[in-house]
T-cell receptor
Framework: NAGVTQTPKFRVLKTGQSMTLLCAQDMNHEYMYWYRQDPGMGLRLIHYSVGEGTTAKGEVPDGYNVSRLKKQNFLLGLESAAPSQTSVYFC????????????FGPGTRLTVL | AQSVTQPDIHITVSEGASLELRCNYSYGATPYLFWYVQSPGQGLQLLLKYFSGDTLVQGIKGFEAEFKRSQSSFNLRKPSVHWSDAAEYFCAVGPRYNFNKFYFGSGTKLNVKP
């Protein structure tokens, strides 16, 4: 049981390049989330999904897109990376329902030059 | 507006000393409350959570937290800190029904002196 895994762990991009971050969970969780973590700001929700084939915007969605084609995977895409997207990205998942404890992946450190 | 405040950015305590990390929240309804810990280079791990009932909750690794409704606080405590507790701690609040409205505090980084 691996829990929540993220690929890659580190990445350096140039401004304007695109990339996709992959999140996978093996806990059969309905809900999945993408957060970014910036110094002094805690975690902020980018996008989330309540089930296969559904996604929705969070607090800071601009510049990102997501897809949930399979229940266990949640992809975060950057179509044209900007230096402001330099951050640590965390994926999380949880069961559906009240009082949702989220399980987090180890994070992806992205630097955009 | 909903918010979570962790007023202490950094805290240093000696090993064996007691610890209290502060968390204050502003929320319109009765929230669910959580404390997470993040070790360097790792994701967040849940320490404990409060949903209802007894306002003193026990968590993993010897941590506890007390919910005080009148003060809108949910402070994390540990009676005797170990060097392995050095990490960053995040308080989070969420509504009972809107899962996309989770709010995290900005974190408190704990250093432990030998």
């Amino acid at each position: 049981n691996a829990g929540v895994t993220q690929t890659p762990k580190f990445r350096v991009l140039k401004t304007g390049q695109s990339m996709t971050l992959l999140c996978a969970q093996d806990m059969n969780h309905e809900y999945m989330y993408w957060y970014r973590q910036d110094p002094g700001m805690g975690l902020r929700l980018i996008h989330y999904s309540v089930g296969e084939g559904t996604t929705a915007k969070g607090e800071v969605p601009d510049g990102y897109n997501v897809s949930r084609l399979k229940k266990q995977n949640f992809l975060l895409g950057l179509e044209s990376a900007a230096p402001s997207q330099t951050s640590v990205y965390f994926c999380a998942s949880s069961l559906a329902g009240e009082g949702l404890e989220q399980f987090f992946g180890p994070g992806t450190r992205l630097t955009v030059l | 507006a909903q918010s979570v405040t962790q007023p202490d950015i950094h805290i240093t305590v000696s090993e064996g000393a007691s610890l209290e990390l502060r968390c204050n929240y502003s929320y319109g309804a009765t929230p669910y409350l959580f404390w997470y810990v993040q070790s360097p280079g790792q994701g967040l791990q849940l320490l404990l959570k409060y949903f209802s009932g007894d306002t003193l909750v026990q968590g993993i690794k010897g941590f506890e937290a007390e919910f005080k409704r009148s003060q809108s606080s949910f402070n994390l405590r540990k009676p005797s800190v170990h060097w392995s507790d050095a990490a960053e701690y995040f308080c989070a609040v969420g509504p009972r029904y809107n899962f996309n409205k989770f709010y995290f505090g900005s974190g408190t980084k704990l250093n432990v002196k030998p």
